[in-house]
């Protein structure tokens, strides 16, 4: 069982920045393929972006975000990241952190995950 909790979330006005982490309890971290999804009030739950387990730490991101978010692991603290920068008010959302064992490969936002963690709130003011 893995257990994820997130942490960083809070208000920003448009154009800065936030860094979210997500620590995870497990002695395999390192072969998890690792994401950030978010959900906005009244609307579906979509995938942001993903990091693979390999030694490239391959990743994913959502199109609208691309350029402006960047996901990274620390595989020795067991610890996800997401650096947010030019944030949009439509960045704001509740995000999570997921987790799942896949083929190097298959890491993708687009995936079913099956360790997901309560998740932090991010508010972008205008």
């Known amino acids: 069982q893995v257990h994820l909790v997130e942490s960083g979330g809070g208000s920003v006005q448009a154009g800065g920045s936030l860094r979210l982490s997500c620590a995870a309890s497990?002695?395999?971290?390192?072969?998890?393929?690792m994401g950030w999804f978010r959900q906005a009030p009244g609307k579906e739950r979509e995938g942001v972006a993903t990091?693979?387990?390999?030694?490239?730490?391959?990743?994913s991101y959502l199109d609208s975000v691309k350029g402006r978010f960047t996901v990274s692991r620390d595989n020795a603290k067991n610890t996800l990241y997401l650096q947010m920068n030019s944030t949009k008010p439509e960045d704001s959302a509740m995000y999570y952190c997921?987790?799942?064992?896949?083929?190097?490969?298959?890491?993708?936002?687009?995936?079913?995950?099956?360790?997901w963690g309560q998740g932090t709130q991010v508010a972008v003011s205008s």
């Open positions: 997921a987790a799942e064992l896949f083929p190097v490969g298959y890491c993708s936002p687009t995936r079913i995950f099956g360790h």
């Open positions: 497990t002695f395999t971290y390192r072969r998890y393929c």
């Open positions: 990091i693979d387990v390999d030694s490239d730490g391959s990743t």
